[in-house]
T-cell receptor
Framework: AQSVTQLDSQVPVFEEAPVELRCNYS??????LFWYVQYPNQGLQLLLK??????LVKGINGFEAEFNKSQTSFHLRKPSVHISDTAEYFC???????????FGAGTRLFVKA | GAVVSQHPSWVICKSGTSVKIECRSL??????MFWYRQFPKQSLMLMAT?????????EQGVEKDKFLINHASLTLSTLTVTSAHPEDSSFYIC???????????FGPGTRLLVL
C-alpha cells in the first residue's frame, strides 16, 4: 500500500519569495507522482507529474518538482511566488500498476503582499 | 484537452430529497471515473470508482444505496445522493481517466447543502 505525507499543513510566504512544499511518500513498488492545485470552491488542476525519466519535472505556472527516490520525496518548488499562487496544493501517488490515487492531506500556500 | 465538467456547481435541497450530480468528460472518452468527497480544509476522500457499463466499486464505509453511481456512457457518470440529510452536505468532486492512462482530470466540483 502507498501513503503520502505532506509535511506542512500551511506555508505562509511573502510575494516574490521562493517556496518549497514538501511531500514524502511510501511504497514498496514503483510509483507515479503528481502535484495538484486547488483554488477555493474549485476542483483540482494538475500542476505536474513524474512518470519516468528526468527527476526534475517542470509544470505549469512556474512550478517544478524533483523526484528523489532514495529519500522518497517529491518536493514542489517555485523560485518566486505571486499572490495568485495562494491555494491548496495536494501531492498524490499511484503505483505504476495500480488504479487508485492516494492524496496527501494538502498544504495551504498563503502568499502575502 | 482533457476537460471534465460537473453540473450543477451548487445545489441546495431539503432534507429527504434526492440530488443528482453529473460528471462529463467533454473532449475524451473516460472508461473510468472517480467520485470524491471533500470536507472543509481536508483532502479528497475517494467514494467510488465507476467503470462504463459496469457496477461501481465503492470504498469501505460508503453506502452504495445512499450514493448511487451510474456510468452509462464513456462521457457521463452520475452520482445520486438519495434521501439527503444535512450530514451529506459537502463538496463532491469527480475525475476521469483517459483510457488506461495514469493521470486523473478533475471536474470543478459540486457543493451540496442539505437543509
Amino acid at each position: 500500500a502507498q501513503s503520502v505525507t505532506q509535511l506542512d499543513s500551511q506555508v505562509p510566504v511573502f510575494e516574490e519569495a521562493p517556496v518549497e512544499l514538501r511531500c514524502n511518500y511510501s511504497s514498496s513498488v514503483s510509483v507515479y507522482l503528481f502535484w495538484y492545485v486547488q483554488y477555493p470552491n474549485q476542483g483540482l488542476q494538475l500542476l505536474l507529474k513524474y512518470l519516468s525519466g528526468s527527476t526534475l519535472v517542470k509544470g505549469i505556472n512556474g512550478f517544478e518538482a524533483e523526484f528523489n527516490k532514495s529519500q522518497t520525496s517529491f518536493h514542489l518548488r517555485k523560485p518566486s511566488v505571486h499572490i495568485s499562487d495562494t491555494a491548496e496544493y495536494f501531492c498524490a501517488v499511484i503505483n505504476t500498476g495500480g488504479f487508485k490515487t492516494i492524496f496527501g492531506a494538502g498544504t495551504r500556500l498563503f502568499v502575502k503582499a | 484537452g482533457a476537460v471534465v465538467s460537473q453540473h450543477p456547481s451548487w445545489v441546495i435541497c431539503k432534507s429527504g430529497t434526492s440530488v443528482k450530480i453529473e460528471c462529463r468528460s467533454l473532449d475524451f472518452q473516460a472508461t473510468t471515473m472517480f467520485w470524491y468527497r471533500q470536507f472543509p480544509k481536508q483532502s479528497l476522500m475517494l467514494m467510488a470508482t465507476s467503470n462504463e457499463g459496469s457496477k461501481a466499486t465503492y470504498e469501505q464505509g460508503v453506502e452504495k444505496d445512499k450514493f448511487l453511481i451510474n456510468h452509462a456512457s464513456l462521457t457521463l457518470s452520475t452520482l445520486t445522493v438519495t434521501s439527503a440529510h444535512p450530514e451529506d452536505s459537502s463538496f463532491y468532486i469527480c475525475s476521469a481517466k483517459l483510457g488506461g492512462g495514469e493521470t486523473q482530470y478533475f471536474g470543478p466540483g459540486t457543493r451540496l447543502l442539505v437543509l
